[in-house]
């Protein structure tokens, strides 16, 4: 379990980052999205994760430490609140430029 | 009543005001005065702990009871207090300008509400002593500021929000990479809990990684160098009362987490984070500096010229004398009024214009019509190159003064060839605005924002240059403080 979460951090951060730095801007919060799912899996995985196992559950060998779960629950609802501020903003700016290409969305340069 | 209540009334009080003032949108009138008064009121008890931890010892608050580790703290020491007082003087004079200016945003019924907001998330962020605590204090300052931004006059607005938004998420992603890998290695987030273990154990594995993760988080919070491309962008688009808040007191957040990561969090490494900070002062010195000459619109060149005088702040950091921090101080505090002053001028003056713009081609000749913001600006001007008698003069002595004192004569001709830079730019913006005479059928509106937010601020700025010893003194009590980390893990725990 802790190998498959391992990989599952690494394959997420990694797709994230490669997203991330596309030229597409959709595409490029959708790598942030990964990135912070990533994260989160990070935070849980801190608190001497034990698989399945929950906080308070089961024998005392198989107990997980509650305060990364805490910390992770609050990391998901602060970055849902975020990413559809995110992504409405998006809408407008791809209402303004009809493109979603980075390259193109650069007025405010001028 | 309890002493307590100083750290938490700061914070409370705008968030309250905050939700009041939702419920009262339909009064605009009522909706504001009550603004200002929480903000008032707030700045009144920020000032009461600043006094109060200056004379006698730090307050500290566990909230709900629960002691040190276990709960979340909030800590109000001369460091935090300082900064407090520093960011809500500026807020408030904040709210005075965007009440008498012509932006229509400010009439939006959630203005006020997501200014206070903003108020309190940085507030909060300053006083509170647990790490991710300090995140959820961020991010509530990042949605407000971005809210704030997109709702702009300002076409590009949004795309401006967009960016600092992004920006400001994938920053929450450093801090929370450095809370779960400090967390890891030491679990726990309380901040003093944290410094007390890292003194006992200070190289393990994820420490060096938490550290850089935070100094990430931390410079794009104050647009350090590397991380510096969103904020002229950002700056410049968002509506004047907001960007001279945001310009002025929210970069401080990154200077005031330096401090307390040199000298509370990571004492062994302390020497890197400075060396690093030295270097990269420097270099935001002259590419703010040589940006700032090269920008074609005043608010923007302003927003450079933040990123040169945030690397004047971190040079101070990192020379770490006890005199290098007291300029560091002192240059924090004084550049918050200055530069929050001298975007209310550029947004009144861009006010004035037939196009509501501040770029330099547009504002040609405006300024004509109002002499009394030219002089203002010209005192904010010669506040900002550092010339007497006004606090800039004193807060670039200090720091020289320390720079000769640890014969740091190469990053001294430095900062102090890019200093000569500040007065270049800021006397083309007076002569593009002043001096010129309008071009033909270029027609100048009758009246502007008023001109009594900016007034105060730079009123402050001269007084605090021909009488600058109280601030002087108060930021070396601060460095005395900070010298000795033992005190505020005590204070921590031992209230």
Known sequence: ?110 | MSIHWLVILPILLPLSGAVFGLLLRKFARLQFSLSLAAMLVALASSAGLLIYTFNESPVVVQIGRWPAPAGITLVGDLLSAFMVVMSQTVLTTGLLYAVACRDKCVHYPAFYPLFLILATGLTGSFLTGDLFNLFVFAELMVISGSLLTASADDRYGVEAAYKYFYISLLASVFLLLACGALYASYGTLNIADLARRIQTSPNLPLTQISMVLLLAFFMVKSAVVPFHFWQPDFHAASPTAVSAMLSSVIVKLGIYGFLRMTSLLFLEQAGLIRAALIVLGCVGVLLGGFSAIGANHLKRMLAYSTIGQIGFILVGIGWGTPLSLTAALVFAFNHSLIKSAMLMLAGAMASRAAVKSAAFNILEGIGKASPLAGGLFLIGGIALAGIPPTNGFISKLVLFKSGLEVQAFAALALIGAASALSLVYVLRAFMQIWWKMPASGVKTKPDGDRLIAPALLLGGCVALGLWSEPLIGLSMQIVNWMAEPGRYIQAVFGG
């Open chain 1, 1 to 110: 379990m802790n190998l498959l979460t391992a990989l599952a951090i690494g394959m997420l951060f990694g797709v994230g980052i490669f997203q991330l730095l596309r030229r597409n801007v959709i595409r490029s919060v959708m790598g942030l999205v990964l990135i912070s799912n990533a994260m989160n899996l990070f935070l849980l995985s801190m608190g001497a994760y034990n698989g399945e196992a929950a906080a308070y559950a089961g024998s005392s060998a198989q107990i997980s430490d509650p305060t990364p779960q805490a910390l992770a629950l609050t990391a998901i609802v602060i970055s849902m609140g975020g990413f559809a501020f995110v992504l409405a903003m998006l809408y407008i700016i791809s209402l303004r430029y009809k493109t979603s290409d980075s390259d193109h969305i650069q007025e405010l340069k001028h």
